[in-house]
């Protein structure tokens, strides 16, 4: 596989071999190309499934001739046991990233690739301040993320040190039934201290997930899920420079406790992106002109998450059924992930910056300390601080002119074990928001993959305060009353 790079981000890189089964284009593609290329395969789509480029998408729905033993050729092919040799990084596929989280190793036996998943009590850090004891697989929350190829045979065996029976469900994943892990109808549920087996041969691409599927409320609330990645054996589409995996998940911790509460049906408190909160996510750190690929995925209990990215415009190219017909792909700046789904969105990141990402829920973006109070906007305390002090040492009345001086609790007294409403350190000021949001950074040149800190405009290129000589210039009277012109023509 190629690594070539050019510092040119609108120039695109040669290919030193062939990557993909269609025609090649430019990892450099803008975004006014990219929607130009969207209009037009949505205008000749029909061309598009008689062409080899569709022919190529041989798993995806849509495609006239299905791969035979592809997850679009279902049916007995599907639970065959032949396989391919094991597909390795760097040769077969690009690694995907998992920012905060993990993956899950493996090695080769006889062709086999042979896995080994821990089930177990974990200490896990949702951000600083904020640390829970919840149930994962090797010592992480969530899972390590899992990633094979299409054509891979695959063993699991699991491992259960919890002190309740479990199962691994592998969500999505097209394999035979008595694999597929639900607790009591495709197998006995693995009991404390034993060891099972499940092994199937990959027969798809895409994103799926997996879980306990045992006490799902208890197991799947207290963080037993993961990211189950399938490359494809033969790459369709342009090539990908960076592959991100963001598992979506949503929690309730009560203030000053140390376990999440697994019956919580409405109210969740902490909402998390790989099992962090904003502000301890990590950043999506990527190179101008690198095409981009994002895959969610949300085994949240009650909720969808709409993820919304700043700056961009990008193609929603996955579903968990597989790969869309580019024919049928969309543009969108937002992309809802439903509860038990995935969705991945690719885009060229031409536009160089610090982008928010975030679910637009916005009680999503906020975190425990902001739940359950109540609605003082508006309100007049005067001297009432004053008078509650003496009672209660320290009482500060907040929320009347909104949620936005809550970014300050980090530097107040909160319980132990808990974290702020919202709140973490920008570089102008402090960003209020929590939860389900993160940082999309996008740099010219990278030294090393690490942070790479906060992002410098080019001048002229900042928003700021107005001047008053700019204020003459256009006209602006900053006390004149507001005006608004009708929103409909006016009549008679």
Not at 121 to 129: C, I, L, N, S
Not at 276 to 285: D, S
Not at 337 to 350: C, K, L, N, Y
Request: glycine fraction near 12%; hydrophobic fraction near 35%.
């Amino acid at each position: 596989m190629s690594t070539h790079r050019t510092d040119d981000p609108r120039t695109a890189p040669e290919d030193t071999e062939a990557e993909t089964t269609n025609p090649p284009e430019a990892p450099g593609l803008t975004r006014r190309s990219m929607l130009a290329r969207t209009g037009a395969s949505l205008a000749t789509g029909a061309l598009l499934m008689k062409s080899g480029a569709a022919q190529a998408q041989s798993d995806v729905p849509g495609a006239k001739r299905p791969r035979q033993g592809s997850a679009a050729d279902t049916g007995g092919p599907v639970a065959r046991q032949t396989h391919l040799p094991p597909g390795r990084a760097g040769r077969d596929y690009r690694p995907v990233v998992v920012p905060n989280g993990s993956k899950l190793p493996w090695k080769d036996v006889n062709g086999v690739k042979v896995f080994h998943m821990v089930a177990q009590e974990v200490e896990h850090e949702f951000a600083p301040g904020l640390k829970a004891t919840c149930w994962g697989y090797n010592g992480h929350v969530h899972g390590p993320t899992i990633e094979v190829v299409e054509g891979d045979r695959v063993r699991f065996y699991v491992t259960n040190r919890l002190p309740a029976n479990t199962t691994v469900h592998w969500h999505g994943i097209l394999l035979p039934s008595g694999m597929d892990g639900v607790g009591g109808l495709s197998q006995k549920s693995i009991a404390p201290g034993e060891t099972y087996r499940y092994e199937f041969t990959v027969r798809q691409s895409g994103t799926g997930m997996y879980h306990s599927h045992h006490d799902e409320m208890t197991q799947m609330a207290l963080g037993m899920v993961g990211m189950f990645i399938i490359h494809p054996r033969k790459p369709v589409g342009p090539r990908i420079d960076r592959d991100f995996a963001i598992m979506l998940h949503e929690w309730r911790i009560d203030p000053g406790t140390k376990r999440p509460d697994p019956n919580e049906m409405t109210d969740f408190n902490i909402l998390t992106m790989n099992a962090r909160a904003f502000p301890g996510t990590e950043p999506l750190v990527v190179r101008q002109g690198e095409r981009v690929r994002i895959r969610f995925g949300n085994l949240s209990a009650m909720d969808h998450h709409p993820i919304h990215l700043h700056g961009y415009q990008f193609l929603i190219t996955e579903t968990d059924g597989g790969r869309i017909p580019e024919s049928a792909q969309w543009p969108e700046t937002t992309v809802l992930v439903p509860t038990g789904s995935t969705r991945t969105i690719e885009f060229v990141a031409d536009e160089p910056g610090d982008w928010a990402m975030h679910c637009h829920m916005t009680h999503h973006v906020m975190n425990q300390m902001g739940h359950d109070l109540p609605n003082v906007v508006g309100m007049k305390p005067g001297n009432l601080d004053a008078k509650v002090r003496p009672l209660l040492p320290g009482y500060m009345t907040m929320g009347q002119t909104g949620m936005g001086d809550m970014g300050g609790m980090h530097h107040m007294p909160v319980p132990d074990n808990s974290i702020a409403m919202v709140g973490g350190k920008g570089p102008y000021d402090e960003i209020t928001m929590g939860g389900m949001f993160t940082i999309l950074k996008v740099r010219q040149r990278l030294e090393g993959e690490g942070d790479p800190g906060w992002y410098t405009p080019p001048p002229g290129t900042l928003a700021q305060l107005a001047l008053a000589d700019e204020l003459r210039r256009d006209g602006i009277d900053v006390n004149a009353p507001p005006g608004a012109d009708p929103g409909s023509p006016r009549r008679g």
